[in-house]
C-alpha cells in the first residue's frame, strides 16, 4: 500500500469519527435506541465505491474500535461490529452486480445494519422482544440508507476518481 | 443511470412494503399485556399490574420517572431528563411495547400473558 493510499484511508477514518460523533451529539429523531441515520457511513460507502471492499472494511473496522475506545467503550461495540460486517458485505455484494446506484447500496447496507444489530440482540438477550422493534428497524434502515446515499453519491460526483482530474495538479 | 436509478425505486419500495407488513403483523400478534415491568440498567427492578391504577416514582443514579398506570395503560407522565423523549412515548398497554428513557437507562415493558409464545 502506498503512502499515499494509506493517507487517503486515515483522512477517511478521521472523518467518519467526527461524523459519528457529532451525530451522537444531535438528539434522536425517536425515542427507539438503534434508529438513526448513520452519517459516518457516508464515509464507508464512498470508500466502497472508490476503493472497494476490502478498504471499506479497513475504515469501517478501524473506525468502530477508535470509536469504542474513544467515546462508546466495548459494550455497544459488538453489536456495532456485527451491523457494519452484515452491512458491508451485502452492499458490496449488491455493487457488484452494478445495476444500482449508491442508493440502492446503501438501502441494504443500512437494512441489513440493523437486522444484523437486532439479530445479535435477540441471541444475547435471548429474548424475542427486541424482534418487536424490527418492522421500525427495517423501515428506519431503509429511509437511512436513501438519506446516506443519496449524500454519498453527491460527494462522488464532486469528486472525481483520483488520477483523472488532480486538484492542483503534480 | 437510469435503469440504476429504477433498481434503487424498487429496492426502496420492496423495503418500505416489508416494514410496513412487518408492523401489521406485530401489531396484529399484540394482546393487550398484565404487567408492567420496570428495568434499570437491564435488571428488572419491578412489576406491577396494569389492572390496577397507581403512580410509581421510580429513582435511579441519573434522575427519576413518575411511572403512572391507569385504565390498563402505563405512561412516564414527570420526568427530570435532558430530552423529556421518554413523557412523550404516549401510553403503552400492549405486550412487547415499551417505554424507553436512555439517559437514565430505564426500561417500562408490558409484558404477557399474550406474549408468552415469543419472549424466550
Ligand atoms: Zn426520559
Request: aromatic share 6%; net charge positive; with cysteine.
Amino acid at each position: 500500500m502506498k503512502t499515499r493510499d494509506v493517507t487517503f484511508l486515515g483522512l477517511c477514518v478521521a472523518l467518519a469519527l467526527i461524523l459519528s460523533y457529532v451525530e451522537s451529539l444531535l438528539p434522536p429523531l425517536v425515542p427507539v435506541p438503534g434508529v438513526k441515520a448513520g452519517l459516518a457511513n457516508v464515509v464507508i460507502l464512498y470508500v466502497l465505491c472508490r476503493r472497494g471492499w476490502k478498504a471499506a472494511g479497513a475504515v469501517s473496522l478501524v473506525r468502530l474500535l477508535l470509536s469504542a475506545a474513544l467515546f462508546t467503550g466495548f459494550g455497544p461495540f459488538f453489536y456495532s461490529l456485527t451491523g457494519a460486517a452484515v452491512s458491508l458485505i451485502g452492499s458490496a455484494l449488491l455493487q457488484k452486480t452494478g445495476r444500482f446506484s449508491p442508493v440502492g447500496v446503501s438501502v441494504l447496507g443500512g437494512v441489513l445494519h440493523n437486522l444484523g444489530q437486532v439479530a445479535l440482540a435477540a441471541l444475547v438477550l435471548e429474548s424475542g422482544y427486541v424482534l418487536y422493534y424490527l418492522p421500525v428497524l427495517v423501515l428506519s434502515g431503509t429511509l437511512a440508507g436513501v438519506l446516506v446515499g443519496l449524500l454519498t453519491g453527491w460527494v462522488l460526483r464532486l469528486t472525481p476518481p483520483a488520477g483523472r482530474h488532480l486538484p492542483g495538479g503534480r | 443511470m437510469a435503469t440504476k436509478r429504477k433498481n434503487d425505486w424498487i429496492l426502496v419500495l420492496v423495503f418500505l412494503g416489508l416494514g410496513l407488513c412487518a408492523l401489521l403483523l406485530v401489531r396484529g400478534l399484540q394482546q393487550p399485556g398484565a404487567w408492567a415491568v420496570v428495568l434499570q440498567g437491564g435488571e428488572e427492578t419491578g412489576r406491577y399490574p396494569l389492572h390496577r391504577d397507581a403512580a410509581i416514582s421510580i429513582e435511579g443514579p441519573e434522575g427519576y420517572n413518575l411511572l403512572v398506570i391507569e385504565g390498563g395503560a402505563a405512561y412516564i407522565s414527570e420526568a427530570d431528563c435532558p430530552n423529556g423523549l421518554c413523557m412523550k412515548a404516549g401510553k403503552i398497554s400492549q405486550g412487547g411495547q415499551s417505554l424507553i428513557c436512555l439517559p437514565h437507562g430505564l426500561t417500562v415493558r408490558i409484558e404477557g400473558p399474550g406474549l408468552d409464545g415469543v419472549s424466550g
